[in-house]
């Protein structure tokens, strides 16, 4: 099943790489840290991805929120600042943030977060793909009945009913079926 996010959703990815011997401890933090992320508005949920293999100690922990200032009260909250101390000595480096949001969470796999997006000419083709003969219906069913409206008011009602399907409909089910190309296995692996 798709997960519908609100339409100002944010997705923070935070990729940390902790040092040999110290992976047990920094998951339990981690669990402690997601665990408190719980208790603030607007926390949608969040994700741990273990290192892919023993040579690459890179965890990626993936937060969602249900809004920017959601997540600017949580990078805010001495909470979050109490917790970041606890893993400063376990880091081999400091931990890289980055923000997700606007298409990409047209990308997002059913049970899975998107750590890397699929490149943009990929994105871009399949919503062409689902946008295209998504247009031409509309215009086949309805062009002669949208005719009399003035030019505005057609666009604003055409483009409003394609935001939706492209939305809810049509982008979560082309993300399925081009996942094989968006998100190839040997991409998978690497994450």
Partial sequence: MQEYLPDNAVTVVVSRRV????????????????????KFAGHLGS????P????D???RI???FASQKDLEVWQASEVRKQHLENFEGLLIE????EVLSGMVTWFTLPARNPIKPPPR???TFVSWLALYPSVTLIFLLFGELLEPVPLILRTLIITAVLMLLMTYVL?????RWFAFWLYPKAERDQR
């Fill in 121 to 123: 000419y990929k994105m």
């Fill in 94 to 97: 400091p931990a890289k943030t």
């Fill in 62 to 64: 993936v937060f969602k």
């Fill in 171 to 175: 982008m979560p089910r082309f993300t």
């Fill in 47 to 50: 994700t741990m991805f273990r």
């Fill in 52 to 55: 892919a293999s023993p040579d």
């Fill in 19 to 38: 040092k040999k011997g110290c992976e047990e401890e920094f998951e339990q933090l981690s669990t402690a840290m997601s665990v408190a992320a719980k």
């Fill in 57 to 59: 100690p890179e965890y």
